[in-house]
């Protein structure tokens, strides 16, 4: 075996532990970017719409104005507080994690909606059976059923 030999076999194995490093950490860099990356959030039927990203850059006003001016038609103002029935009462939903509002008072009975922690509501009645309590939320004033034993009277 000669000198120019030994310088052979040294520099191919140097080379071969080269290649095999920056592959191994290639694939280590690889796989750590896409197994940290978080997933997209999930959408619940219930969650309000997203709000589009609008530009900070005002708009142009159109070329030419509308020749002719358009009135918008009168819309009926709704009543400031809808009228509270007899027996009515506020309350505060206790339970930790929010309410589901339904359509009507059973458990397989559609989902209209829902009602944060510490939100007020009215309770407006409550089914023959105990277990359900007619409510309005104070945002939107939505009507639904809710599980009795979740709210807080307040008065």
């Given amino acids: ?36 990356t978080p997933p997209p959030r999930p959408t619940f039927p219930n969650d309000p719409p997203a709000q589009a990203d609008t530009p900070t850059e005002s708009i142009s006003p159109p070329a030419e104005p509308p020749t002719e001016a358009v009135q918008p038609s009168p819309t009926p103002t709704p009543s400031a507080t809808p009228t509270n029935p007899p027996g009515a009462y506020e309350a505060r939903v206790i339970q930790p994690i929010g309410l589901i509002l339904r359509q009507e008072p059973t458990q397989d009975s559609e989902q209209i909606g829902g009602i944060g922690y510490e939100e007020q509501v009215v309770v407006l009645e409550e089914s023959s059976d105990g277990e359900w309590l007619k409510v309005r939320t104070s945002g939107n004033n939505a009507e639904g059923w809710v599980k009795s034993g979740n709210t807080e009277r307040l008065n």
């Fill in 1 to 36: 075996m000669s000198w120019s030999g030994i310088a052979k076999f040294f520099t191919g194995f140097v080379l071969a532990i080269a290649v095999l490093f920056f592959a191994g950490v290639s694939t280590t860099r690889y796989l750590i970017t896409r197994f940290t």
